[in-house]
């Protein structure tokens, strides 16, 4: 279809060609400090309001302000939306926005051939050039051949539309993201009041800054409106989504949510003791935002001090939590233990980046999945469990508190920085399917022990204040029963097997394992964590071919739930991608006797559906 | 009603503790001769003095000798990990600030393995109270130097002696600004005990540096200041309000020859002299921390410092309330519903 508009001198008329599409991906990019993760959740909000499924991917560099102009310091945020459901952020993009040669550079090789570059001219100068290395600007040559290729020279078109605020051409030049969103808006036929109502509510007590990123968003939109360079537009319907209210969230937006819902739920005050760490700390910010549900934040002076204060705070009568990444999660490992010594309910969050060491702070990784079930000295069993999308976050902090209050443990919620700062449209529950939390508080004080087991093996939970029950607990060996220390060769062996029944006995107390896909098959992909929506998708693409493929993936990895064993002995073939060496490969193979075939990828990259799609057609055709 | 009978009601309320009350079942098992017995005993005197109920009271502990203590209290108790008894202790107090919470730790827990918690504890204002059992050794692993030990002392891992500087536990309190820093010592129960109810009063953490003699590792190391014969003449007592005076004859004082104090016979000198303790003043307290770094010099005992800050759990409580009042109790409806949403009808936008 083609209307016919009129151009901004009104005299001249351009033609638009409207294009239905099924599903788009856009990569943002630009400086660190060109405001792109700002321009890509606009886009990601308008996006939502709009009906269409999506996902996002922010991939952005460990500096906060890397050098400008440089290829390490180039910042990308990437949405994938649909009128499908989807599943992952997508694998490669249809549009680029490079605001520099560097953008460009980095993100090029991803776009998909025959996608759209749109360019913002003003910075490929000889500077910005050199910068990202090119030795001939590919403006100029024959590199960008293959795409169709928007030159907007978005930095000085930006400064004209500013011209009457006052602002210096520096003030106004940081608007162009502004710009570059408009843009996209009219390119992709998406309304601009939700940005227009955040600019104002964001920038309200700065009018000028409010009105100069309002005029540079409204000048991005009608230069796609009435120049000649844009004439194609897309639309992209709603996706046909199961009916309700809806929000968008990131992982750990939904784990900070998942945390506190699980305290207004079980009726406990929350509390969190952690030290800001790349990729959770906004976990932390999140929360403590959340004082008016009697949440209290307490930003502690080292990963130790974070975990202590939540065992502390949970001696006192609070749901406790800490939330950490794989480096924190080292420090805490021995307070780790004495929680789990005192039987008391804490939740430790280890969302999950690259390592060993500092590693990749920035980068998704699920290599510390040995860490969380092994990693302790002594026999420390833990309950572990995955989150495995964005909104899959708010579940997982939930059945992590629930476990933890139920059965008197630390428990283990593994996310990663895919999850964290990825999002996605969440389906809002009500609070009525929310599993209840029962919390084992002692009741009898002329009965109690405090390490007297109940029906499922968990002690009573006894709180200072509460007079007649007052007691000692503490990281050297309890006497079964009177919770006194003892050294007792009998005793101990006792409470060492005392504590691992306790934990396996949690399978019985969570979800059945599900399949996705046929019960019996040729190929089971077993995923945990943040690379289901990669599996998921190759499995769907594999189903429509009529592969005999399924999809299982695990959210419980200590204890795994019940019939998992049962359920991989039914597949001629085990395929399992892994962010990691293949750790869950080795768990699985180690408690079943299995044979699955690890696939792993270690490069801070999740995993794409085609890789995952790839590796099971070449299993299929041995099969 | 009076104010007696008010009194006696509450009393009849309240069943009235003793110091037997507080002692738990379980043997003790310190060192014959131990300094740690005289701590023990004191607190289990101090508490039913100043009326909190059993309950309501909580001791933490790291690890070391000393930090068995919670185990022979009949209150709550915790045992925690090497160093960690202050960040512990200031979890259970913010998230519970009714509770009298209690931290037994000694000077390797709280100083060495423990000392980052020691500080940001001291400038946050937990209202804890923080006894540190200072033997000048470890003596749980049998005898290696600590974080106190004297420079030269020969102990299993210092055999010709120690190299490191001594940590000064007054000048970290201090210069993590504590607002309460106080020093006793176990052969002194009646001053400790003094001691132990002054940190009670007093909102905010409480810390006080206990000389402690262990008897099988580091025997007589305080002897200086702690036996009868010597005391007098090596001990100044601070009091609020009143000159510094020392020696078995009250003969000698402090005073102050510009910034530096100096010891003066009150045959040269009169009382109107010397310094007149002023545990308001920071600047002083830090003068007296550095005093007995001389040779010749008293080492100071009791209160260095009390002063008031408001504390981290008041003001946390506060931004509780003040949020509650402004946005309304949370509930889980508010908080899902706290970002733009949209509704999508039976399968359609």
């Known amino acids: 279809m083609a209307t016919t508009v009129e151009t901004a001198d009104g005299r001249k008329t351009k033609s638009v060609q409207f294009v239905e599409v099924d599903d788009v991906t856009i990569r943002f990019a630009g400086d660190s400090g060109d405001g792109m993760q700002l321009t890509g959740t606009q886009f990601t909000s308008t996006t939502a309001q709009v009906g269409n499924d999506l996902s996002t991917f922010p991939d952005y560099p460990s500096e906060i302000r890397a050098p400008s102009g440089t290829l390490y310091g180039v910042s990308g945020f990437q949405i994938h939306f649909s009128s499908r459901a989807i599943h992952t952020p997508g694998d490669r993009f249809d549009t680029l926005v490079a605001m520099n040669p560097a953008a460009l550079k980095v993100n090029l090789k991803l776009l998909h051939e025959g996608g759209s570059i749109i360019l913002n001219t003003d910075s490929f100068d000889a500077k910005n050039l050199k910068l990202a290395k090119y030795e001939v600007n590919p403006l100029e040559d024959d590199t960008l051949r293959s795409y169709k290729v928007y030159q907007v020279p978005i930095t000085s078109l930006t400064t004209k539309a500013l011209e009457e605020t006052g602002l210096s051409p520096k003030e106004m030049a940081r608007s162009k993201n502004f710009f570059a969103l408009g843009m996209l808006y009219w390119m992709y036929n998406r309304p601009m009041e939700a940005t227009l109502e955040w600019i104002n509510e964001k920038f309200g007590k700065n009018p000028t800054v409010a009105k100069a990123n309002e005029l540079a968003l409204k000048a991005g939109y009608s230069f796609g409106n009435m120049t000649e360079v844009f004439s194609v537009q897309y639309n992209v319907r709603p996706a046909q989504l199961p009916a309700g209210t809806y929000r968008n969230v990131t992982g750990n937006e939904a784990t900070a949510l998942g945390m506190v819902a699980a305290c207004v739920k079980a009726g406990l005050p929350g509390f969190l003791g952690s030290y800001p760490i790349t990729p959770a700390t906004e976990i932390l910010q999140e929360l403590s935002r959340r004082k008016n549900f009697g949440f209290k934040t307490f930003q502690a002076e080292d990963e130790i001090a974070g975990v202590c204060t939540a065992i502390g705070a949970a001696f006192g009568g609070s749901l406790a939590y800490t939330t950490t990444s794989g480096p924190g999660m080292a420090l805490k490992t021995e307070a780790i233990g004495l929680a789990l010594m005192v039987e008391l309910p804490l939740v430790i969050i280890n969302v999950q980046r690259g390592g060993p060491s500092t590693g990749l702070p920035t980068k998704p990784e699920q290599s510390d999945l040995f860490q969380a079930v092994l990693g302790r000295n002594g026999e420390a069993p833990v309950p572990v469990v995955a989150a495995c999308s964005p909104a899959g976050c708010f579940y997982g902090a939930f059945e992590a508190s629930r476990i933890a209050l139920k059965y008197m443990t630390p428990v283990i919620l593994l996310t990663d920085g895919y999850l964290a700062n990825g999002s996605e449209p969440w389906l809002l529950p009500e609070e009525s399917d929310l599993p209840d939390i029962s919390v084992p508080f002692a009741t009898d004080p002329e009965t109690f022990q405090p390490y007297e087991r109940d029906d499922h093996n968990s002690r009573p939970w006894a709180v200072p204040g509460m007079a007649g029950f007052e007691h000692r607990i503490g990281g050297l060996e309890k006497q079964h029963i009177t919770g006194n220390v003892s050294h007792d060769p009998m005793n101990h062996q006792f409470m060492v097997e ?68 049962e359920m991989l002995g039914r597949y001629k073939q085990l395929l399992i991608p892994e962010m990691n060496l293949g750790q869950l490969a080795f ?14 990828k270690v490069q801070g990259l999740p995993f794409t559906p085609s890789e995952i799609e790839q590796k099971a057609n070449e299993i299929l055709n041995t099969l | 009603m009076s104010n007696e009978e008010k009194n006696t009601a509450i009393n009849d309320q309240i069943k009235v503790l ?54 022979y209290m ?9 160093g960690r008894a202050l960040a512990i202790a200031s979890g259970l107090k913010v998230g519970h600030p009714n509770l009298t919470v209690w931290v037994a730790t000694g000077d390797g827990d709280c100083l060495s393995i423990g000392g980052n918690h020691f500080i940001h504890a001291l400038r946050r204002n937990v209202d804890i109270n923080v006894m540190m059992f200072n033997n000048q050794i470890y003596a749980l692993t049998k005898g290696q130097y600590s974080p106190t030990s004297l420079h030269g002392q020969k102990t299993k891992t210092s055999p010709n002696g120690v190299i490191d500087h001594p940590f000064n536990p007054m000048l970290i309190a201090l210069g993590a600004e504590g607002t309460f820093v106080a020093r006793s010592m176990d052969r002194d129960p009646k001053h400790l005990k003094e001691m132990m109810l002054a940190m009670y009063h007093h909102k905010g953490t409480s810390f006080i540096d206990v000389l402690q003699n262990c008897v099988i ?11 009868k014969e010597t005391r007098d003449e090596n001990v100044v007592y601070l009091q ?7 020696g078995k004859e009250r003969d000698k004082g402090l005073r102050l020859d510009g910034f530096r104090t100096q010891v003066v016979s009150l045959k040269d000198y009169s009382e109107n002299d010397l310094i007149v303790h002023d545990n308001k003043s920071k600047e002083l307290a830090f003068i007296l921390a550095h005093m007995n770094d001389q040779p010749g010099f008293p080492l100071p005992v009791g209160i260095f410092l009390d002063i008031e800050r408001t504390t981290y759990e008041e003001e946390l409580g506060q931004q509780v309330q003040t949020a509650i009042n402004k946005q309304g109790a949370g509930t889980i409806h508010s908080l899902l519903y706290d970002a733009q949403t949209w509704e999508i009808e039976n399968g359609k936008n």
């Open chain 1, 498 to 565: 005392m504590r691992a029944k306790k934990v396996a006995g949690i399978a019985d107390d969570i979800a059945e394992q599900t399949v996705y896909g046929p019960a019996e098959a040729d190929l089971a992909i077993v995923g945990w964590g943040g690379s289901y929506g990669a599996i998921r998708t190759a499995v769907e693409r594999l189903q429509a071919e009529n592969k005999s493929v399924a999809h299982i993936h695990v959210k419980h990895l200590n204890p795994f739930p019940r019939n998992l064993g």
């Open chain 2, 74 to 82: 009949s209150t709550y108790g915790f045992h925690g990990i090497h």
């Open chain 2, 18 to 71: 003793t110091a037997k009350d507080l002692a738990s079942d379980q043997d003790v098992r310190w060192c014959p001769g131990c300094g740690d017995y005289s701590m023990l005993s004191q607190l289990q005197r101090t508490l039913p003095e100043v009326g909190v109920k059993k309950e309501d009271i909580a001791v933490v502990a790291g690890i070391g000798c000393s930090s068995r203590f919670p185990y």
């Open chain 2, 240 to 246: 609020h309000g009143k000159p510094l005076v020392f």
């Open chain 2, 217 to 227: 590792f580091n025997d007589g190391a305080f002897d200086l200041y702690t036996s």
């Open chain 1, 587 to 600: 768990l699985l193979r180690a408690t079943y006797l299995v044979e699955p075939i690890s696939f792993t």
